[in-house]
Nanobody
Framework: QVQLVESGGALVQPGGSLRLSCAAS????????MNWYRQAPGKERELVAT????????NYADSVKGRFTISRDNAKKTAYLQMNSLKPEDTAVYYC?????????WGQGTQVTVSS
């Protein structure tokens, strides 16, 4: 079964850090670029970060550049999103995603809440 499972979301104070994980199963993880998206209440889902299949290149939304880092461990079939200097506006459900054989695969999401 092709699946992505996110974890690591939590309630954190402004300025804090979190690391999200996205565990893949049922497909050859190392062949596919991976993405992190987020969706805040009442807003559209937005692309946060992308990493190539080998992990050699990444891109970020302007809103998170310099604070978030995407990475992956192909041996563990897991992608990560390290989030530092968190702000209240980072509050959202975070999803990992990939496109495999023309189909989008989404995880169930993990809630990140930044609040004092």
């Amino acid at each position: 079964q092709v699946q992505l499972v996110e974890s690591g979301g939590a309630l954190v104070q402004p300025g804090g850090s979190l690391r999200l994980s996205c565990a893949a199963s049922g497909f050859t993880f190392s062949m596919y670029d991976m993405n992190w998206y987020r969706q805040a209440p009442g807003k559209e889902r937005e692309l946060v970060a992308t990493i190539t299949s080998a992990g050699s290149a990444s891109n970020y939304a302007d809103s998170v550049k310099g604070r978030f880092t995407i990475s992956r461990d192909n041996a563990k079939k897991t992608a990560y999103l390290q989030m530092n200097s968190l702000k209240p506006e980072d509050t959202a459900v975070y999803y990992c995603n990939t496109r495999r054989r023309g189909q989008l695969i989404w995880g169930q999401g993990t809630q990140v809440t930044v609040s004092s």
